[in-house]
């Protein structure tokens, strides 16, 4: 089946610097990818919905100018925490999905886990 | 929109027993229904879905799950657990395109006790 990786799968930084968080479709096109945020003991919370060659839409509560999402191609989104802190500390998951008349798929990636020092 | 309620936060149960792990869900127009299990420290791993036809469905590692349209609920059963099946457990609905986004619900902790 179809998959969508994640890079890296851990990372740790400083506070007060950016990091980015990769996402890739791998054997399909997505032109649309999500991105979720996982605090430890709780449930996938959807950021912001990544659109091909458009702008990004963010759900309500996140800041679009801390977590940049970038989409640039068919098979690749990033989402970018800029100058990370502690409570930026968290799992990120991203998905793609695959929808016809008669089937659908939602692909999601790994994770990966960010510690901000 | 879309919403989708986890009445349980936990559920314990002992080897071998059944389970059923419970879900509602909200939406105004047709949805895809979906349970995936998380596993400590990993990703999701999608356990089954609903997206037409009949309404009981089977999944992976003897999991399976009934839509009720009448109730809007989508609960998860399994005749037998075992150790192995200590996870978290999600249920989900989206609308039917790809840019439909999933919703997930709180989360079902199962824990099996020998």
């Known amino acids: 089946g179809a998959v969508v990786s994640q890079h890296p799968s851990r990372v740790i930084c400083k506070s007060g610097t950016s990091v980015k968080i990769e996402c890739r479709s791998l054997?399909?096109?997505?032109?649309?990818m999500f991105w979720y945020r996982q605090f430890p003991k709780q449930s996938l919370m959807l950021m912001a919905t990544?659109?091909?060659?458009?702008?990004?839409?963010?759900e309500q509560g996140v800041e679009k100018d801390k977590f940049l999402i970038n989409h640039a191609s068919l098979t690749l989104s990033t989402l970018t925490v800029t100058s990370a802190h502690p409570e930026d500390s968290s799992f990120y998951i991203c998905?793609?999905?695959?929808?016809?008349?008669?089937?659908?798929?939602?692909?999601f990636g790994p994770g990966t886990r960010l510690t901000v020092t | 929109a879309q919403s989708v309620t986890q009445l349980d936060s936990q559920v314990p149960v002992f080897e071998e027993a059944p389970v059923e792990l419970r879900c509602n869900y909200s939406?105004?127009?047709?949805?895809?229904l979906f349970w995936y299990v998380q596993y400590p420290n990993q990703g999701l791993q999608l356990l089954l879905k609903?997206?037409?036809?009949?309404?009981l469905v089977k999944g992976i590692n003897g999991f399976e799950a009934e839509f009720n349209k009448s109730q809007t609920s989508f609960h998860l059963r399994k005749p037998s657990v075992h150790i192995s099946d200590t996870a978290e457990y999600f249920c989900?609905?989206?609308?039917?395109?790809?840019?439909?986004?999933?919703?997930f619900g709180s989360g079902t902790r199962l824990s099996i006790r020998p």
């Open positions: 998905s793609a999905g695959q929808a016809s008349s008669s089937s659908y798929e939602q692909y």
């Open positions: 054997d399909f096109q997505a032109t649309t």
């Open positions: 990544s659109n091909e060659g458009s702008k990004a839409t963010y």
């Open positions: 939406s105004s127009v047709s949805v895809y």
């Open positions: 609903y997206l037409s036809g009949s309404t």
């Open positions: 989900a609905v989206t609308g039917y395109s790809s840019a439909s986004k999933i919703i």
